[in-house]
């Protein structure tokens, strides 16, 4: 199984120490999971617990660079978000925490632990866009301002969701105070 000098080669064997939010009983059975059978899914009740587990196993992918997974357990995680939006949001009457309500602070700072430009990092950014431009109490003040990470990839995504912009929208300069357009080119 293992090979080198090291001594795991020479035992065969691999001792992991538990680790909050990256190695668990649950991540390393759900890992093994998806090595023998390639999907991801959870035994465990309610949305948001199941959002938790899959960020966990994308830490401890991360952790071991077990890349393929990565795109794998961001579409599980957005699948959970889709499935789960609040009731009247279908007539796009949305709750600024749509996408988010499932998450939890604790996700977004242990997501944000993820390499840059993990698709899960990415994915909990995209869902934060939402509430961030419609509310100023959105969901994830205190990471938005606490956890640069998280900040730099939820500002890259507002970016992009501003570049879908028909033609165009007006803002007020916060330095000037006058009005200026955003025109999409």
């Keep these: 199984m293992f090979e080198g000098g090291f001594r795991e080669a020479q035992e065969q064997a691999v001792n992991l120490k538990e680790m909050e939010g990256v190695v668990s009983r649950r991540s390393l059975e759900t890992l093994f999971q998806w090595l023998y059978l390639g999907c991801v899914k959870f035994d465990i009740e309610g949305p948001s617990k199941r959002i938790s587990a899959a960020i966990e196993l ?11 997974l990565e ?22 009457l949305t709750p600024s925490n749509s996408n988010t309500h499932l998450l939890e602070e604790e996700d977004i700072i242990s997501a944000s632990l993820l390499r840059d430009g993990h698709p ?6 995209a869902a934060s866009v939402k509430g961030y431009l419609q509310s100023k109490d959105h969901h994830f003040p205190n990471p938005a301002q606490e956890c640069p990470k998280f900040a730099a990839d939820l500002l890259h995504e507002v970016r992009l969701a501003l570049n879908t ?11 000037g105070g006058e009005q200026w357009f955003v025109e999409k080119v």
Excluded: C, M, W
């Design 120 to 125: 899960v990092r990415h994915l909990l950014a």
């Design 165 to 175: 912009l028909r033609p165009r929208a007006a803002f007020t300069d916060p330095i």
């Design 58 to 68: 994308a830490r401890l992918a991360d952790k071991y660079d077990i890349t393929k």
């Design 71 to 92: 795109s794998q357990t961001a579409e599980y995680i957005k699948e959970i978000i889709i499935a789960n939006i609040p009731p009247g949001d279908k007539e796009k």
